[in-house]
Antibody
């Protein structure tokens, strides 16, 4: 079945970096884009950025420009999201989601990865 | 940037109809998607392109969009519909934007 499986929870210190993976299966990886969405504890959903699995083109949310990098490895059907210079307000559950190209909706989601930033 | 406004909470009795709104400037000109998120789970797409349902989503879920307001309607509400609901739009100038979310409580 179509699914996205993310890497496990992370605990990082302020100023460090984190890299979360998202492995796709059950569909042709390069036919869809991947978006990343985060959710701080008790808060709503925040779109972080998008990457084309076809050609690697990216588009990042303005507030994260310069701190976030999204990449893909087509040989393993895996997408990655790296966030640098972590702060306490980066503590959140990070989701990857498949972008359904026609409607530009997020039709398949990963299970989420908790990233905790604490000294 | 484009802003989507949702009521923080909506309450409804079982068997009744719940309506969750999503306000935005001229949102009727955009395609609106809706997601359901239950506690501790990832969001699930329940309506896309204003009013279409992905396979597996009950017909009780429907949507509309006109003017400055999009609406998710859940008919014959069940206890299992209790969740947070988020609207979302995509626009070439703003990329993807989510509303703040609405907590649906089934009384």
């Amino acid at each position: 079945q179509v699914q996205l499986v993310q890497s496990g929870a992370e605990v990082k210190k302020p100023g460090a970096s984190v890299k979360v993976s998202c492995k796709a299966s059950g569909y042709t990886f390069t036919s869809y884009g991947i978006s990343w969405v985060r959710q701080a504890p008790g808060q709503g959903l925040e779109w972080m950025g998008w990457i084309s699995a076809y050609n690697g083109n990216t588009n990042y949310a303005q507030k994260l420009q310069g701190r976030v990098t999204m990449t893909t490895d087509t040989s393993t059907s895996t997408a990655y999201m790296e966030l640098r210079s972590l702060r306490s307000d980066d503590t959140a559950v990070y989701y990857c989601a498949r972008v359904w190209g026609g409607p530009n909706a997020f039709d398949i989601w990963g299970q989420g990865t908790m990233v905790t930033v604490s000294s | 940037s484009y802003v989507l406004t949702q009521p923080p909470s909506v309450s409804v009795a079982p068997g009744q109809t719940a309506r969750i709104t999503c306000g935005g400037n001229n949102i009727g000109s955009k395609s609106v998607h809706w997601y359901q998120q239950k506690p501790g789970q990832a969001p699930v797409l329940v309506v896309y392109d204003d009013s279409d349902r992905p396979s597996g989503i009950p017909e009780r879920f429907s949507g509309s969009n006109s003017g400055n307001t999009a609406t998710l309607t859940i008919s014959r509400v069940e206890a299992g519909d209790e969740a947070d609901y988020y609207c979302q739009v995509w626009d070439s100038s703003t990329d993807w934007v989510f509303g703040g979310g609405t907590k649906l409580t089934v009384l």
